[in-house]
């Protein structure tokens, strides 16, 4: 089946099996493998992405359900020249880094939580987040990250 659907402001058309997760595309159709699949069971968050500019965790989802959508994935959100994304900046600033497995899904939770409401609080965050699983932290500094992110992009909009 043929798709069509902006992915990371580019238009593409993508020829699939009806039954080919959005996830399993993106990475062996599409080589995008910032995307992380963990669970398979929508319980770890690791393969959000952005769907018309709301998280959504991929492994859930066909990819004919994206024909005429937009998708942003992590690699779609730092600028053409390399430039990272604010959300990505302030991940990197505030350690919220650590085996990086989690990181992809985390960034595009985060981002649409901003997006939504660019002045967070900690129990915000830490409650948006609930449905992201990082196995080697104890969220804190992905907390400040997310924190700091939301501000950053707060002052450019």
């Known amino acids: 089946m043929k798709i069509e659907f902006t992915l990371n402001a580019k238009p593409v058309s993508v020829d699939v099996a009806p039954s080919t997760r959005l996830a399993d595309m993106l990475r062996e159709t599409l080589s995008l493998t910032g995307t992380h699949i963990g669970c398979d069971t929508v319980q770890c968050g690791a393969c959000t992405i952005l769907l018309d500019g709301e998280a959504v965790k991929s492994c859930s989802l066909l990819a004919v359900a994206v024909d005429g959508r937009s998708v942003t994935t992590v690699e779609g959100l730092a600028e053409a020249d390399g430039t990272l994304h604010p959300m990505q900046a302030a991940f990197r600033d505030n350690h919220g880094l650590q085996c990086g497995f989690c990181t992809p ?12 409401n ?3 609080s900690e129990a915000e965050v830490r409650g948006w987040l609930e449905g992201n699983i990082c196995r080697c932290t104890g969220y804190q500094n992905i907390v400040k990250s997310v924190m700091a992110g939301a501000a950053v992009m707060n002052q450019r909009s």
């Open 105 to 116: 899904g985390m960034l595009m939770s985060a981002v649409d939580l901003a997006n939504r």
């Open 118 to 120: 660019p002045d967070p």
